[in-house]
C-alpha cells in the first residue's frame, strides 16, 4: 500500500510569503505529526493530530505556524510571513494507534523549505 | 527536561561490525527508538525498546538500560549501503505522551 506523500517535495519562498505544505497519510492512520528538521539535526517534534484533534502544539515555534487536519486525514501545515530561519525539511509521520501507543511512525519523504 | 547524545560521526569498514552509544536524560521514559536516515530520505524505523535488554534483528540489533540512560544500536556484517545516519529517540509521558524526542543523529560512514 501507498506510504506517506508530502508535497511539494521542495518550495522556495521569498522572505514573508506565506506558504501550504500537505501530507497525506497511510489511509485508516490515528495518529499524524509534523516534525521540522535542519540540517545535521535530528527531526523536532511541531504538533501533533489524533483524527481532527490537535492534542499537542507546544513544539510551533511561532504564532506564524499554523496546522490543521479537518477530516482526520489530509493535514495542513502552513507557515505565514515566512522567515529566513524557517529553511528546513518539514517532515509527517503517522502510526496506526493513537499518539500515547508505541506503534511505529511512519515518515514522508519531507518537504524542504527555502526562504530567500 | 530532555537531552539525547549520540557520537556525531563514526566510520566503519565493510563487513565490520559497530556500534552506535546512545545516551538520554528524561523524566517519564516511554521507550527507546533507532531510525535510519539516508541522506535526503526520510527516517525509517528499525528497532524499539522500552524494557532492559537486547532486541535482535537480523543484522541490527539494539540494547538499553534504562538505569543508565544508555542503548546502543549493534550494526553487524556492514554493507555500503549502511552508510546513512542512525537517530535515536525517546517517547516521554511527561510532555503528555504525544513527543518523540529526537537526538542530532549519528552519520556513519561504511567504506570498501
Known amino acids: 500500500g501507498a506510504g506517506v506523500s508530502q508535497s511539494p517535495r521542495y518550495k522556495v519562498a521569498k522572505r514573508g510569503q506565506d506558504v501550504a505544505l500537505r501530507c497525506d497519510p497511510i489511509s485508516g492512520h490515528v495518529s499524524l505529526f509534523w516534525y521540522q528538521q535542519a540540517l545535521g539535526q535530528g527531526p523536532e517534534f511541531l504538533t501533533y493530530?489524533?483524527?481532527?484533534?490537535?492534542?499537542?502544539k507546544s513544539g510551533l515555534p511561532s504564532d506564524r505556524f499554523f496546522a490543521e487536519r479537518p477530516e482526520g486525514s489530509v493535514s495542513t501545515l502552513k507557515i505565514q510571513r515566512t522567515q529566513q530561519e524557517d529553511s528546513a525539511v518539514y517532515l509527517c509521520?503517522?502510526?496506526?494507534?493513537?499518539?500515547?501507543?508505541?506503534?511505529?511512525?511512519?515518515f514522508g519523504p519531507g518537504t524542504r523549505l527555502t526562504v530567500l | 527536561g530532555q537531552n539525547i547524545d549520540q557520537p556525531t560521526e563514526m566510520t566503519a569498514t565493510e563487513g565490520a561490525i559497530v556500534q552506535i552509544n546512545c545516551t538520554y536524560q528524561t523524566s517519564g521514559f516511554n521507550g527507546l527508538f533507532w531510525y535510519q536516515q539516508h541522506a535526503g530520505e526520510a527516517p525509517t524505523f528499525l528497532s524499539y525498546?522500552?524494557?532492559?535488554g537486547l532486541e535482535e534483528k537480523g543484522r541490527f540489533s539494539s540494547f538499553l538500560s534504562r538505569s543508565k540512560g544508555y542503548s546502543y544500536l549493534l550494526l553487524k556484517e556492514l554493507q555500503m549501503k549502511d552508510s546513512a545516519s542512525y537517530l535515536c529517540a525517546v517517547r516521554d509521558l511527561s510532555t503528555g505522551g504525544f513527543k518523540t524526542i529526537f537526538g542530532a543523529g549519528t552519520r556513519l560512514f561504511v567504506k570498501a
Open positions: 525498546n522500552v524494557l532492559d
Open positions: 493530530f489524533q483524527n481532527e484533534a490537535q492534542l499537542d
Open positions: 509521520a503517522s502510526s496506526l494507534g493513537p499518539g500515547q501507543s508505541t506503534d511505529t511512525q511512519y
